[in-house]
């Protein structure tokens, strides 16, 4: 076992890790922040998207060990402490961007990701960045619509999916 320390959502944690465990594991597991899903385990879905250090990470594809000392930022830091959600859930949940919900996790902290690098993302570029997100339910189109309105877009009128 090793010892791992980092930062999770302003937070200060750690833990004893096997070297095979999964970031994504210790999240869920020894830190019980089961927000970030595990859809595949296999770096398809993107339902295990995290922030680490800043950037968009699939969260199964990286060890526990790799993220020590980092700064990891989890779907349960995104709102408020008063429960207030973020910009982007708040949009998510105006234009109905989700169905089960299980996709949403990832699909918010990508967005957080893209919108950090893209304030403006056009359509195509959003379809493009997402393109490591699997959603089951929703045919993307009110995704696509919840992050356009999240960068302070209309989306434009596209044909249903
Ligand atoms: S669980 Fe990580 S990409 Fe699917
Ligand atoms: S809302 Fe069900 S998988 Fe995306």
Redesign the pocket.
């Given at each position: 076992m090793t010892s791992v320390a980092m930062t999770v959502n302003g937070k200060a944690v750690s833990g004893e890790v096997e070297g095979r465990t999964l970031l994504?594991d210790f999240l869920r597991n020894d830190l019980h922040l089961t927000g970030t899903?595990?859809?595949?385990?296999?770096?398809?879905?993107?339902?295990?998207?995290v922030h680490v250090d800043g950037d968009a990470v699939?969260?199964?594809?990286m060890f526990a060990v790799e993220a020590d000392g980092a700064e990891v930022a989890t779907i349960e830091g995104q709102a408020s402490a008063d429960g207030t959600l973020s910009v982007i859930q708040q949009a998510f949940q105006d234009h109905h961007g989700l169905q089960c919900g299980f996709c949403t996790p990832?699909m918010v902290m990508s967005a957080a990701d893209l919108l950090k690098d893209n304030p403006k993302p056009t359509e195509t570029e959003i379809r493009d960045y997402l393109e490591?997100n699997?959603c089951r339910c929703t045919g993307y189109h009110n995704i696509i619509k919840a992050i356009m309105a999240a960068s302070g877009q209309e989306m434009p009128a596209i044909a249903a999916e």
């Open positions: 994504v899903h595990v859809g595949c385990d296999t770096s398809q879905c993107g339902a295990c998207v699939k969260a199964c594809t990832g490591g699997i």
